[in-house]
């Protein structure tokens, strides 16, 4: 009886040693849909980090989003005009092996291979502005705080001598 008595006792010392700290106050993490914050950045680059916070990721993906579409928009008319020098010059019925109708070809296929390319870092952009607004809200319930503690104590249940060790974070 005696013993059943010590072991309830440390037993109760041990929940009070492990309670929580009454003079911390923890203030509630704002919970963010991921499914949110992809919606948001696929309809512009930037609203889904605005949504979760991390407020200056914003304008640098909105930025670069804006600029990729520029130059497809712009390489695209440039690709538009070649192709219309091109035809311009096949109409006149100069040979194709003319240097004239060989510089058009190069022209339209580099202006369109510009484009494509940067369309794709358009895309490269979405992603990865979709990618860290879903990780972002993920991340908002991931406790940072400097609350780190170790604790060495008896461990009276495991036999006399031993030492039970608890870290929480």
């Known amino acids: 009886m005696k013993l059943l008595g010590i ?17 911390t106050v923890s203030t509630p993490i704002p919970q963010k849909s991921p499914t949110m914050a992809i919606a948001y950045t696929v309809l512009c ?8 916070g991390s407020y200056w990721k914003a304008p640098i993906a909105a930025g670069a989003a804006l600029f990729f579409a ?10 538009n005009e070649k192709t219309a020098d091109y035809e311009f010059l096949l109409a006149q019925g100069l040979n194709p092996n003319d240097s004239r109708i060989r510089q058009a070809i190069r022209e339209k296929e580099f202006y369109n291979n510009a484009r494509d390319l940067n369309g794709l870092w ?6 990865l502005a979709a990618v860290d607004a879903y990780v972002g809200a993920h991340m908002l319930e991931f406790d940072v705080s400097d609350d780190l503690s170790f604790t060495i104590t008896p461990d009276p249940l495991n036999g006399m001598g031993r030492i039970h060790a608890c870290y929480q974070f």
């Open 70 to 79: 520029y130059q497809v928009v712009r390489y695209n008319d440039v690709y």
């Open 45 to 52: 680059p930037g609203l889904g980090q605005v949504y979760v």
């Open 7 to 23: 072991h309830i006792v440390l037993f109760c010392n041990c929940l009070i040693m492990f309670a929580q700290d009454s003079t």
């Open 122 to 127: 358009l895309l490269g952009v979405y992603g």
